[in-house]
RNA sequence: GCCGCCGUAGCUCAGUGGUAGAGCGCAUCCUUGGUAAGGCUGAGGUCGGCAGUUCAAUCCUGCCCGGCGGCACCA
């Protein structure tokens, strides 16, 4: 028996499929096509064990829809682009372009060891010129239809990086790379029009019913649709006795205000429950206000030092100012309400501004509290009493009957919100209306090592885009990078050039586009990656949408996002035909290991641990020294916290099949993974032990009648894992496999009948095909030892007789009162007579039965049998 | 606070309205010419708690407890 020896086998198959071209796309318009994607990683330069779980996924996916007969695209890219590769520049002096082609020539190697079925005559990056000047042209014709625009704005300007985040970018107030606390800046800046297209990046999430529920909802969320009212308050009167500017106009208005002050309502229902008007700090009324009230000012400025983390804010207590300022009820001129600015109230939402009813909010309940406001209930709950009804210091928020409320009584609250909708639409003071948390997308930064923006600032002209015969605006060759900040900006001649509408002499943009930009539409551009349009259309036709997505959660919001709503912007500009990138998406979960500490707290690496088993409890000490190790939680693999695994080295030790098989079998796919040794190990003894059993079957099997039960195992296992990964449960796919080779190995070549040898061989011919997308390189040699015919790579899937894998008896067990008191034997499919039949003939069960009266038998086919009998 | 996920063997996790499973670990034994290995056998579980539906609940429903994740002064 000779050992299976990996370092020899996988290269040796790897070859093998790179000399036949296996991978290659090719779009067959007679097969049926399958897009396989992995989210594309980040040239960081070396693999880590959660790429190898990513993209065997992936190649598990890709190697099974190939099998069954389809043409299938699974493609490789690099998000080239972004800070690592400037920060490096900066510590060690490097050419970040040289630092990341050199990055993806080793991470290029170390993908191709995993012996994935890429198709690597489709591979680009996103820092080629070719990928980015296409990146340009579209963004071109996106300015043309008006869908990206430049404009003075508040942004979130992230401190050690020194660039802007987009909102999505900023984590709890800190920006989401360097984890620094992000400040407000105001700046010109490049931006896409998202919002454009919030409906419908709300409204198709429905469609997209292979996608987690969990995405949807948190893309549902940051968009946060909310339909509501928008309408005007008209000035009353000032505050008795202090001279208002507004008074003294003559007019009850502030200067700008003569239309009245706009408000946001989901809750236009309440408005008789109305307390006060507030508004934010940063409200233009706000300012106005200021103006000639230093307490007001005072005010203002003390709301703008509070509000700087996420946590602060959500603590912070309520407070306002009263203005002065009164407005009129819009449905009784008579009843006046007093104008606030609040702390509470945010100015990038809605209008900035609120009419409070602090029965049914309860922000705006704390408030009047806070300040005695009056506090009206105008939502009576169901079953409660007009009279009696109190608010405390909870606002109810539930359903009910309007009251208290004028012409709106008696009605439910969402014939009340129609009803004031259409009342105050009639009194031409606003109209329903839809707002939404989503803002739109700043792309800008402040970066070099990313795509040029391609526009020019002329004195004369202004901002003029670049005609596409210039593109692409590549980046000079000599950048340095000895400083922090933009080196394209600081670069002595890139930036001057001429205007291409007066001539003259005119400076280059030097912000450069977010790398989301990048990796927005780069699943379009593998459809072929050659084009010289940015996207080649009739490919695209056939290759689009995505059908399966894999990649990590924390991309539910950000990537995933951009990507469609580029989708759609280019698919509006003629370009695309799919107006959803991703038909399926799949998020994988982590690989997590033990974390291991010093008694010191110094964190310990694994592979300096020893771990011993005492009992049912587990020790841990450095390896050499013995000294004591704390065995600490179990995390995502970290470098901060050394408990990663190199994958090199397992690859090493166990080969690359049995790293593959370990992170896809111990637990389901979206659920994260424990990289433990004995795991891993496990991996590697079915690894040999499957060549073990294909070793020992006899080159020359003799034809025969093959052995019925072995068979019928093996329709069942070909039915048991073609819908375990059709089903992405990876996991309990390969645990049948487990049982299968258990199952072999009780019927073993040696001595076995002829029945057996033939039975044998159809399972081993199976069993070959079957592991082929956890374990491809054991496969083929597996194939090979039983003279399968060419490679398993071409090798079709595997099909089972739908009746072989149902048994021909079935045992049922019986039960008396709910409770197992023996079984049966009958025939599949018999009928609940027969099996009453059967089950009055045994003598054992009839014993059980002794001195008790049949009530019921209940009989579920081929399942159970239950006797009702007291 | 709202939404979602999870709770099954010592550990990590499958699974099913009807006989409780796998890998690792543990124990016993075999092998000592696969040997920094291989194999046999076995122990171990009120399926988080309580109630309901059902002939039958680990599974369905409700409530509760515990853990994790997302969102959150969004009017």
């Not at 070719?130 to 996106?142: I, M, N, R, S, V």
């Not at 670069?491 to 002499?505: I, L």
């Not at 300096?608 to 995502?636: F, H, M, Q, W």
């Amino acid at each position: 028996m000779a050992r299976y020896n990996p370092k020899d086998i996988e290269p040796k198959w790897r070859q093998a499929w790179t000399d036949a071209d296996a991978f290659r796309a090719v779009a067959d318009r007679s097969k049926p096509k399958y897009y396989v994607l992995e989210m594309f990683p980040y040239p960081s330069g070396r693999l880590h064990m959660g790429h190898v779980r990513n993209y065997a996924m992936g190649d598990v996916i890709a190697r099974f829809k190939r099998a069954k007969g389809f043409a299938v695209l699974h493609p490789m890219g690099w998000d080239a682009f972004g800070l690592p590769a400037e920060n490096a520049a900066m510590e060690r002096g490097v050419d970040p372009k040289a630092w990341t082609y050199e990055n993806i020539d080793r991470m290029r190697s170390e993908l191709k060891e995993l012996g994935l079925s890429i198709d690597w005559s489709r591979e680009f990056a996103t820092c080629d010129v070719d990928y980015y000047g296409k990146q340009q042209a579209w963004f071109l014709d996106l300015f043309e239809r008006g869908l990206v625009y430049r404009k003075e704005s508040v942004v979130n300007w992230d401190p050690v990086d020194q660039t802007v985040l987009a909102n999505e970018q900023v984590v709890d107030g800190r920006g989401w790379r360097s984890g620094a606390v992000v400040e407000k800046r105001k700046l010109n800046q490049w931006s896409m029009r998202i919002t454009d297209y919030a409906d419908q990046l709300t409204d198709d999430l429905k469609a997209l019913d292979r996608w987690p529920e969990k995405v949807r909802v948190m893309q549902e969320n940051w968009i946060g649709r909310s339909k509501g009212l928008k309408f005007r308050f008209h000035f009353a009167h000032a505050r008795a006795g202090e001279e208002m500017e507004s008074a003294r106009a003559g007019g009850a208005a502030p200067d700008g205000f003569a239309d009245g002050l706009e408000v946001y309502t989901t809750r236009p229902d309440t408005l008789y429950g109305a307390s006060f008007v507030g508004i934010a700090a940063d409200h233009p009324l706000a300012a106005a206000v200021a103006a000639r009230d230093p307490a007001a000012a005072a005010f203002i400025d003390e709301c703008r030092k509070g509000a700087a983390t996420e946590a602060e804010i959500e603590t912070a207590e309520k407070k306002g100012y009263d203005t002065g300022l009164r407005v009129k009820h819009p449905f009784d001129p008579a009843w006046e309400l007093p104008v606030w600015i609040a702390n509470f109230i945010l100015m990038d939402y809605g209008t900035g501004a609120i009419f409070a009813c602090p029965a049914h909010d309860q922000r705006d309940l704390d408030f009047c509290r806070k300040y005695d406001l009056p506090v009206r209930p105008v939502v009576l709950p169901p079953g409660e009493d007009a009279a009696a009804f109190r608010v405390g210091d909870e606002a109810y928020v539930g359903p009910g009957t309007l009251y208290n409320s004028d012409g709106l009584d008696g009605l439910d609250i969402e014939a009340a919100k129609a009803e004031a909708i259409r009342r105050i639409e009639a009194q031409g003071d606003g109209e329903g209306a839809t707002v939404f948390r989503l803002r739109d997308w700043g792309v800008s930064r402040q970066r070099a090592w990313g795509c040029p923006i391609p526009v020019v600032h002329c004195p004369t002209d202004g901002v003029v885009p670049l005609p596409k015969s210039a593109l692409p605006v590549a980046h000079p060759a000599d950048i340095e990078f000895s400083k922090a900040g933009n080196a394209l900006e600081r670069h002595p001649t890139w930036k001057h050039t001429t205007c291409p509408k007066c001539g003259g002499p005119a400076v280059r943009e030097t912000d450069t586009l977010d790398t989301f930009v990048d990796s927005s539409w780069y699943f379009a551009r593998f459809a072929n990656p050659h084009a010289a349009e940015p996207i080649d259309k009739s490919e695209a036709d056939y290759w689009l949408p995505v059908d399966q997505y894999i990649g990590g959660i924390e991309h539910a919001v950000l990537h995933l996002l951009y990507a469609r709503f580029v989708t759609k912007a280019l698919a509006d500009d003629g370009q695309l035909s799919v107006r959803e990138p991703f038909a399926g998406l799949f998020t994988q979960g982590m690989v997590t290991h033990e974390t291991y500490r010093r008694q010191t707290g110094e964190w310990v690496e694994p592979k300096d641990v020893e771990i011993v088993a005492e009992g049912n409890t587990r020790r841990a000490a450095l390896a050499g020294s013995g000294e004591p190790v704390v065995i600490g939680d179990i995390e995502k693999m970290s470098k901060s916290k050394k408990n990663t695994v190199a994958p090199e080295e397992i690859f090493e030790v166990y080969g690359v099949d049995a790293a593959r098989l370990f992170v896809l079998s111990d637990s389901p796919a979206e659920r994260d993974v424990q990289w433990t040794s004995g795991g891993v190990q496990g991996a590697w003894r079915f690894v040999t032990r499957v060549w073990d059993e294909f070793d020992s079957q006899p080159a020359d099997v003799a034809a025969a009648e093959p052995d019925a039960e072995l068979r019928r195992a093996t329709h069942k296992l070909i039915r048991q894992v073609t819908e375990a990964i059709d089903g992405f449960r990876f996991n309990s796919g390969i645990a049948r496999l487990y049982e299968f080779l258990n199952l072999l190995k009780a019927n073993p070549a040696k001595g076995a009948s002829p029945a057996v040898l033939a039975a044998r061989q159809e399972a081993l011919s199976a069993f070959a095909r079957l592991i082929a997308p956890f374990t491809p390189h054991l496969a083929e040699e597996c194939w090979a030892r039983i003279g399968g015919e060419g490679m398993v790579v071409a090798a079709p899937w595997p099909t089972f007789d739908a009746a072989l894998t149902e048994d021909s008896t079935k045992v049922l067990p019986v039960q008396v009162n709910g409770k197992r008191r023996g079984e049966i034997t009958a025939p599949a499919g018999a009928e609940p007579a027969e099996v009453e039949a059967i089950l009055k003939a045994d003598a054992d069960i009839a014993a059980k039965l002794e001195g008790l009266t049949i009530r019921k038998i209940i009989v579920v086919k081929d399942r159970i049998v239950n006797i009702v009998a007291a």
